[in-house]
């Protein structure tokens, strides 16, 4: 069995009812984690609306990996096998469950959708791409899986421990990508399943980059403005951080990880707002990373 999952915080009311809306007659069940979040009411509001649908709530902002494993535990206690794990923001296509399920079996540890960015594509991009049906990822960060609209195998979680809570926020599903593949589990992506989503608030740059796909292929694509706040920006350099100081021994040189970070603060620093108050946090989060203890 399948149950639907989302982690709230402050989440767009408008949006979070058209996320339920889309995804709870495809599953037996929805269950959102609630980050402390200010506007509970509206949110209970929503998901009494929704059938089948419970909200579990925290006083305060446990973070992405800790919400994501109490709501593991909880689809655990329901039966399911899986678990689909959905940002407040996200917008599944009408029948994104059917098309993940049939991927799922022996030794694949989660299969996701392919990520329609808002700011970046339309879905009359997407639908002109010409890809295979579906794909493996190879790396665990770079081009790797993220948590929204993953189909997570609740056996294979429970195997790797589950989301590292010390990661918080960002870098939390490349950490628990990486885990799955030292484990010997495949990470699969169907491409004919789209996932209306929303990373940060990309914008449109001049600059074109080089970037490689799934299968490795090398092609030029346009740099699109990250649009992450400065709290943001300490996460993203003190998980990288972390990833590297907890995964090193494993990771080579993939551009993964404290290998990002040059690059990801230049690109801040070139087409971003807020530079000075986003330099600080990355500094902060660098040495933070390098401070906090590992288990």
Same mark, same amino acid.
């Given at each position: 069995?399948?149950?639907?999952?989302?982690?709230?915080?402050?989440?767009?009311?408008?949006?979070?009812?058209?996320?339920?809306?889309?995804?709870?007659?495809?599953?037996?069940?929805?269950?959102?984690?609630?980050?402390?979040?200010?506007?509970?009411?509206?949110?209970?509001?929503?998901?009494?609306?929704?059938?089948?649908?419970?909200?579990?709530?925290?006083?305060?902002?446990?973070?992405?990996?800790?919400?994501?494993?109490?709501?593991?535990?909880?689809?655990? *206690?329901?039966?399911?096998?899986?678990?689909?794990?959905?940002?407040?923001?996200?917008?599944?296509?009408?029948?994104?469950?059917?098309?993940?399920?049939?991927?799922?079996?022996?030794?694949?540890?989660?299969?996701?959708?392919?990520?329609?960015?808002?700011? !970046?594509? +339309?879905? *009359?991009?997407?639908?002109? =791409? +010409?890809?295979?049906?579906?794909? &493996?990822?190879?790396?665990?960060?770079?081009?790797?899986?993220? +948590?929204?609209?993953?189909?997570?195998?609740?056996?294979?979680?429970?195997?790797?421990?589950?989301?590292?809570? =010390?990661?918080?926020?960002?870098?939390?599903?490349?950490?628990?990508? !990486?885990?799955?593949?030292?484990?010997?589990?495949?990470?699969?992506?169907?491409?004919?399943?789209? =996932?209306?989503?929303?990373?940060?608030?990309? +914008? &449109?740059?001049?600059?074109?980059?080089? &970037?490689?796909?799934?299968?490795?292929?090398?092609?030029? *694509?346009?740099?699109?403005?990250?649009?992450?706040?400065?709290?943001?920006?300490?996460?993203?350099?003190?998980?990288?951080?972390?990833?590297?100081?907890?995964?090193?021994?494993?990771?080579?040189?993939?551009?993964?990880?404290?290998?990002?970070?040059?690059?990801?603060?230049?690109?801040?620093?070139?087409?971003?707002?807020?530079?000075?108050? $986003?330099? $600080?946090?990355?500094?902060?989060?660098?040495?933070?990373?390098?401070?906090?203890?590992?288990?």
């Amino acid at each position: 069995m399948i149950i639907a999952s989302i982690v709230t915080f402050e989440p767009d009311i408008h949006r979070l009812r058209q996320n339920l809306e889309a995804i709870a007659p495809q599953v037996p069940n929805v269950i959102i984690y609630d980050n402390g979040s200010s506007n509970r009411d509206e949110i209970e509001r929503v998901a009494a609306a929704i059938p089948n649908t419970a909200v579990i709530y925290s006083r305060t902002n446990d973070g992405i990996a800790a919400a994501l494993n109490r709501l593991a535990e909880a689809c655990l *206690e329901r039966g399911a096998t899986h678990i689909l794990t959905l940002d407040q923001d996200s917008v599944c296509s009408p029948a994104m469950v059917s098309g993940l399920a049939p991927e799922l079996g022996d030794g694949v540890g989660m299969v996701t959708p392919y990520i329609v960015d808002r700011n !970046k594509l +339309t879905l *009359e991009d997407y639908q002109r =791409l +010409t890809l295979p049906q579906v794909e &493996r990822y190879e790396q665990p960060a770079r081009r790797g899986a993220i +948590t929204s609209g993953a189909m997570v195998s609740l056996d294979a979680w429970a195997r790797i421990g589950g989301f590292d809570e =010390l990661f918080f926020i960002d870098y939390v599903d490349y950490d628990f990508n !990486k885990r799955l593949m030292d484990a010997g589990y495949s990470i699969l992506r169907v491409n004919t399943v789209p =996932l209306l989503h929303e990373v940060g608030r990309a +914008t &449109r740059t001049w600059l074109l980059v080089p &970037r490689k796909d799934l299968a490795g292929r090398w092609h030029v *694509e346009r740099f699109f403005a990250f649009g992450h706040s400065a709290t943001r920006c300490y996460y993203k350099a003190r998980n990288r951080v972390l990833f590297t100081r907890k995964h090193g021994r494993t990771l080579g040189i993939t551009h993964e990880g404290v290998w990002q970070l040059p690059q990801q603060i230049a690109l801040t620093l070139m087409f971003e707002k807020q530079r000075s108050a $986003k330099l $600080k946090s990355f500094v902060r989060g660098i040495r933070d990373g390098l401070m906090v203890p590992l288990p």
